[in-house]
């Protein structure tokens, strides 16, 4: 555990408030950044806090004599085996990694930290990688991870630090800052960017091969919308790869109007994060509107859409992990999905993840079973080739998907072929009385629909099963049958709002056999059916 450094050292140091008004140009970099007090603490004895020295994008307010003009953002920074700050041209790879919605960089930058210690490669280490966690701090930070002075009477005076903080989760979105108060014009992204500019120094760093931004839940969500709207490596001016890691976000910026689910729910199911409408409001009014590349939002969402699928992305899928994050009681991401895996694989669906070029433009989907965790993902032998060993000496390669058997016959962008030519999981390939066969697993009345999808409740009880609910279906003259645990609906058409999900939803089990396995899901229904859907 690292001491929080005092006021009085820094003071001692002639660190608070010096540079304000002496600088002739803001260069951002690592380490270079003024320190403020925190009281935040490291837990690992290879990471350290240290401090970014961030420029104001806007170009207003560089070099004034206060805080305004000095922005700060502490970053966690891996240290090499020997307890030194890695060597610049020692390193071969830079991983930014993103916390999640607890603001807790310390325990992405130890997980990240212990998978590169997994590697076995000698020559992959942390003497090799550098690791770096910036932290995305917002009011409730204030007075812990950085300062805040209750006394204060006017907004600088309650925030007299350089440090940049953001409104609530917003950061996830690319929003400008909201502290300090006075210069709120620097977009989460831009901070970003300027970290990724920093390792794509070629100057400073002649050996870098590749640069990842890795991103977990909302450190997901992040990754997601950096790499949809994030400037391309031309407009940034570096040349060193840039790829996207990203592991169970709660959702997925959509690049269409279109949704998977009804919209009927959901009036602004469209907006910025979820999607692009209203995108300039966005983080208003603690901030200023957001402007970042606004020239490609204006270019519309098929030249985002293209931006984003330019990239080269490895998504991390954990199966257990149907969870829903919703603090705000927002509608707009059950237009695409009930939960996490849902959502998944309806945006893989609708934007096809394709793999091209395996040293290029390549997307990879690995399929972990693990729960809703970062360091799951992150050391599982998917996260750590993903992670470390791909494109590590700077050839372009890059190992198959991991994860068989398959969710969806399109969440297979890089197929292993020696996994070739196995079924689906959750397969059922039985059929039931009256022809029926299985469909799949479809939506039913939930957080986005209001129509059920088949209009007949024909049993509710304990001899429920496929068997029973295809055979009493039939019975009654019906050709679709579908069941949720003790539910069998019957009808002769699906309803309006209905679609069909990822088959894992439908993992429920009938309380009767002889097979009680895949027996529909919380609001989902398998279905099994006669004629065409
Ligand atoms: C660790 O970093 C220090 C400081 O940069 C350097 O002197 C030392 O050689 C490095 N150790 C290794 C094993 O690279
Ligand atoms: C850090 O400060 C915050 C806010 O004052 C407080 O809630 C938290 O308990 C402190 N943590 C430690 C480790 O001192
Ligand atoms: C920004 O943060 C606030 C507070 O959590 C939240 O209500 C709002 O939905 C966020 N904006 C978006 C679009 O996520
Ligand atoms: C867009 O934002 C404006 C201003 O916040 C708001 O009045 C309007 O309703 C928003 N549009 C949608 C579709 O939510
Ligand atoms: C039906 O599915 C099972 C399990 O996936 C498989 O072992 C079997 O070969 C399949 N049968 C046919 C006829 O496809």
Same mark, same amino acid.
């Given at each position: 555990m690292r001491r929080p450094i005092s006021a009085a050292v820094l003071a001692a140091a002639g660190l608070?408030?010096?540079?304000h008004g002496q600088c002739q140009e803001v260069v951002p970099g690592q380490y270079t950044g003024t320190p403020f007090q925190n009281n935040l603490t490291s837990t690992h004895e290879l990471s350290e806090i240290t401090f970014f020295k961030i420029k104001d994008?806007?170009?207003?307010?560089?070099?004034? @004599?206060? @805080?305004a003009g000095d922005l700060s953002l502490l970053a966690y920074q891996s240290l090499n085996?020997?307890?030194? $700050?890695?060597v610049n041209t020692d390193i071969k790879r830079a991983i930014i990694v993103i916390h999640g919605a607890l603001d807790d960089p310390w325990n992405y930058h130890s997980a990240m930290i212990q998978a590169l210690q997994m590697? #076995?490669? !000698? !020559?992959?280490s942390p003497d090799t990688v550098a690791i770096t966690a910036p932290y995305f701090p917002n009011d409730g930070d204030a007075g812990g991870g950085f300062p805040y002075d209750?006394?204060?009477?006017?907004p600088a005076e309650k925030y007299p630090s350089p440090a940049l903080a953001w409104y609530f989760d917003n950061w996830s979105g690319g929003a400008h800052n909201?502290?300090?108060?006075?210069? *709120?014009?620097?977009?989460s992204f831009d901070v970003l960017d300027q970290i990724v500019q920093w390792y794509g120094n070629k100057a400073m760093f002649?050996?870098?091969?590749q640069i990842i931004i890795a991103g977990h839940s909302m450190g997901g969500q992040m990754a997601q919308r950096y790499a949809a709207i994030g400037k391309t490596g031309a407009q940034l001016g570096i040349t060193t790869p840039v790829s996207y890691w990203i592991g169970d976000p709660n959702s997925f910026v959509w690049f269409? #109007?279109? $949704?998977?689910?009804? #919209?009927? *729910?959901?009036?602004?199911?469209?907006?910025? $994060?979820?999607?692009?409408?209203n995108y300039s409001a966005y983080g208003t009014p603690q901030s200023t509107a957001m402007t970042y590349n606004s020239a490609l939002v204006a270019a519309g969402r098929d030249a985002i859409l293209a931006n984003f699928q330019s990239r080269t992305i490895a998504y991390a899928r954990a199966t257990l992990d149907k969870g829903d994050y919703n603090k705000d009681n927002s509608c707009s991401f059950y237009t695409t999905g009930a939960d996490r895996n849902e959502r998944f694989f309806e945006f893989i669906k609708r934007f096809p993840t394709t793999c091209p070029d395996p040293a290029g433009a390549c997307k990879t989907v690995d399929i972990v079973v @693990? *729960?809703?965790d970062a360091p799951s993902l992150f050391q599982a032998p998917s996260g750590l080739t993903r992670l470390f060993y791909d494109n590590w000496d700077g050839s372009g390669n890059r190992a198959f998907d991991f994860?068989?058997? $398959?969710?969806?016959?399109? !969440? !297979?962008?890089?197929?292993d072929p020696s996994q070739a030519g196995q079924p689906l999981v959750d397969e059922d390939n039985s059929t039931y009385a009256g022809g029926k066969t299985f469909r799949g697993c479809f939506t039913d009345v939930d957080k986005a629909q209001s129509?059920?999808?088949?209009?007949?409740? @024909?049993y509710v009880g304990t001899l429920n099963s496929k068997t029973y609910c295809s055979s009493l279906c039939t019975q009654q003259g019906y050709s679709i049958a579908g069941v949720s645990y003790e539910n069998c609906y019957c009808g002769n058409a699906l309803g309006s709002q209905t679609s069909m999900v990822v088959?894992?939803?439908?993992e429920g089990s009938c309380p009767a056999g002889p097979s009680t396995a895949f027996c529909g899901g919380p609001s989902r229904l398998s279905i099994f059916s006669s004629i065409d859907l």
């Open positions: 608070v408030g010096n540079a994008p806007s170009g207003q307010h560089l070099c004034t @004599a206060d @805080a085996t020997t307890l030194g $700050r890695p590697v #076995t490669n !000698d !020559d992959i209750p006394s204060g009477t006017t909201q502290y300090p108060p006075n210069t *709120k014009t620097v977009s002649p050996n870098i091969n269409a #109007t279109d $949704r998977p689910e009804s #919209t009927g *729910k959901c009036a602004a199911f469209d907006n910025y $994060r979820e999607g692009f409408t @693990a *729960k809703h994860g068989y058997p $398959r969710h969806a016959p399109y !969440d !297979d962008p890089y197929p129509v059920p999808s088949l209009p007949i409740s @024909a088959v894992t939803s439908c």
